[in-house]
């Protein structure tokens, strides 16, 4: 897989893979990556799903940085929709670039900042609940209210909520005005952790400031205010269920 080339002085090892620059920590399988400390409990998630009449299947796991930018760059020009908070689609004619980088990073992260760069998060579906030529949104209309992973998701609420499941948890389930909840969407804390604390806003910038995404320039110059909306909460999320965020190590 090619990458984003950045001087090796500039990264070591960890804070490579933190940005999504290596796949040396991924392993893969039916071309969706995962990182290999991952794979064990997300097999006791899905065992439980099963036995609680779910077919929990992955639409998405490991994402590099230079897939990042493909899809941010397929949003800036206009090749792909971007949605309002209604999930309806913006006329990109009426906003300004900075309105553009915002209504983006509701949805989607800035590359180098999404946790899927690490391997440790997954965006989930039921399998089951929905036709095999079913076209997968990823909306929240999916997982709530009548929606056809609507009870998954809330066995998988409560799940998580038991002493003896596996740490996952929900980093984006709530709207603070920064990311859109995303009820589909899944982090492993135990590793996701060690991420988390390599991450830096610093070496974002000098990644940045090296890579070619479209608005580069914008995106820089408004850096600390797209931090403080959409970037900090989504590295450190602060909506975590109180019994995970005493990170069990037992994991």
Not at 58 to 87: C, E, M, P, T, Y
Not at 97 to 114: E, F, H, Q, V, Y
Not at 158 to 173: E, G, Q, T, V, W
Not at 207 to 236: C, G, P, Q
């Amino acid at each position: 897989m090619k990458f984003m080339h950045i001087d090796e002085k500039l990264l070591d090892k960890r804070r490579t893979a933190t940005f999504g620059l290596t796949d040396d920590h991924i392993t893969w399988h039916n071309n969706i990556g995962l990182h290999s400390d991952v794979l064990k409990p997300l097999q006791q998630l899905v065992c439980a799903a099963h036995t609680a009449g779910f077919d929990l299947a992955l639409a998405s796991g490991f994402r590099s940085f230079d897939r990042q930018q493909f899809i941010w760059d397929a949003k800036i020009s206009g090749q792909r929709v971007i949605l309002d908070d209604n999930s309806c689609v913006l006329d990109l004619m009426s906003l300004s670039t900075l309105d553009k980088i915002n209504s983006i990073m509701r949805w989607s992260a800035l590359p180098g900042t999404s946790r899927h760069h690490w391997g440790t998060d997954i965006d989930i579906y039921d399998r089951a609940a929905v036709p095999e030529n079913y076209c997968l949104q990823l909306v929240a209309e999916e997982y709530t209210d009548n929606g056809p992973f609507s009870p998954m998701s809330r066995w998988l609420k409560d799940y998580l909520n038991k002493a003896d499941s596996p740490a996952f948890i929900f980093p984006y389930i709530n709207d603070s005005n920064g990311i859109m909840p995303e009820p589909w969407h899944l982090s492993y804390l135990p590793v996701a952790r060690q991420y988390q604390e390599t991450w830096s806003l610093k070496l974002l910038q000098d990644i940045l400031h090296k890579s070619d995404i479209l608005e580069k320039a914008m995106v820089l110059s408004t850096i600390d205010a797209l931090y403080e909306r959409f970037i900090k909460d989504s590295i450190n999320p602060t909506t975590v269920n109180s019994k995970l965020s005493e990170c069990r190590e037992d994991l």
